[in-house]
């Protein structure tokens, strides 16, 4: 008999999101008059730059000739693309990275999901609480993370690292020694960014502990503020410690096409093992590259014209976000996030509940949220709000929110 994977019966239903579909179907059922503003999903809105569309034409046109035809690609990414990230993403930065320890992909999440494959099943996981699930159910479907406890909404064995405002969002170094770190930032959910020193006491950590770091920088280009790192290969020691993960998909609106990429150092060692031989091994066996056309048109962003286009977008979001965060802060609330992220984390009225506040901003403001709880206990007594938005609706949104009775 065949024997299926135990774990993924193990994994709580994936609630959040579905719970808020369902809630806000039925809202909008019943009052077909409301005009909905959507500010929950991370998803982007404006369309991609004139520049990479231009240079994905061209790159269906070089399909179309035999000399321009391409076939299977290098499953590690094109060179024109991998010499463009080292350039731009690290070098101009003062980052020395080498082409080959970048790994171009169809995106962040499938590299974050799958990089667990070369790693033991052994390690202990630490997480920041709230998270991007994404760290902790991949871990799961692959018995890293114990059993999960439906009252603490916990993982047995997964060390939870509360990141709220009382520490200032950055995850305490455990007492407990753990293996396999995940850091984002600018973090999603909460939109708030980690310094310098605070990285850096991270990777004196996982290298004093031959841990290893997992970097999601994949709202690396909304940081707006001088002196936080863009890069964890920004701080001293994280080549033997750290992997980083990017995404097209925030920064130029790839959501949908699909590009991102790793960098995994050719110093990280473990057990005499090379990660980024092994995670090498590990693509060229199980993934056949990014596709030319959409290789092509990341390449584009590179380009000082796509440069220039892909802030204006970012800038539009980023004035999203600013609308959001001092609106709100007009209103009373206290926030977080906005600054270096296109996410708003906004504390709940006192004594309100996420799911509380949640309702009561779909039924008397008709906006859509996401509620904090979703993402960790922590992020109980907190909502997210997105600056992906059409900036009239999000504009329209926040004088709703300022009328409010709370
Ligand atoms: N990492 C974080 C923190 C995210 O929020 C997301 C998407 O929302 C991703 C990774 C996935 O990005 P991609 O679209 O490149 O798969």
């Known amino acids: 008999m065949a024997k299926v994977n135990e774990n993924y019966q193990k994994l709580p239903g994936s609630y959040l999101f579905a719970e808020i579909g369902r809630r806000s179907a039925k809202y909008a059922a019943e009052h077909p008059d409301a005009k909905m503003i959507k500010m929950g999903i991370g998803d982007v809105t404006r369309p991609l730059a004139p520049v990479v569309i231009e240079a994905m034409h061209k790159a269906v046109d070089d399909m179309s000739t035999v000399e321009g035809f391409h076939g299977y690609g290098p499953e590690q990414g094109y060179d024109f693309l991998r010499n463009a990230i080292v350039e731009h993403d690290f070098k101009a930065r003062g980052v020395d990275i080498e082409p080959d320890e970048v790994f171009v992909s169809d995106g962040a999440k499938s590299d974050c999901g799958n990089i667990g494959d070369i790693l033991s099943v052994d390690n202990k996981i630490a997480v920041c609480d709230p998270v ?82 997992m970097f999601d920088a994949a709202y690396e280009r909304f940081i707006t503020e001088e002196g936080i790192p863009h890069s964890i290969f920004e701080i001293e020691g994280a080549k033997t410690c750290a992997i980083e993960f990017r995404s097209f998909s925030k920064t130029a609106g790839f959501t949908g096409a699909r590009c991102g990429y790793t960098v995994v150092p050719k110093e990280l060692v473990r057990q005499g093992q090379s990660l980024n031989a092994m995670w090498l091994r590990r693509q060229t066996t199980k993934f056949n590259g990014a596709s030319y056309i959409i290789e092509r048109g990341a390449e584009a962003v590179y380009t000082p014209e796509g440069d220039k286009q892909i802030e204006e977008t970012l800038d539009y979001y980023r004035a999203n976000a600013r609308v959001i965060k001092e609106g709100l802060e007009a209103a009373g609330f206290t926030v977080y996030g906005a600054v270096n992220s296109p996410y708003v984390w906004c504390k709940t009225p006192e004594g309100m509940g996420s799911w509380e506040f949640f309702d009561k901003l779909l039924t008397e403001a008709n906006i859509i949220t996401t509620p904090g709880a979703g993402f960790g206990p922590s992020g109980e007594g907190y909502i997210r709000l997105t600056a992906f938005g059409d900036a009239d609706a999000t504009k329209e949104a926040i004088e709703r929110i300022k009328k409010l009775d709370l």
């Open 132 to 213: 991007y699930p994404v760290y902790v159910d991949t871990n799961a479907m692959a018995g890293r993370a114990g059993d999960w406890d439906p009252e603490k909404e916990e993982w047995s064995n997964i060390h939870y690292m509360p990141t709220t405002a009382e520490n200032g969002f950055c995850p305490a170094i455990p007492e407990e020694t753990v293996d396999v770190i995940y850091l984002c930032s600018p973090n999603n959910p909460t939109g708030t960014v980690l310094n310098r020193d605070q990285l850096k006491a991270w990777v004196d950590y996982a290298n004093a502990h031959e841990s290893i770091i």
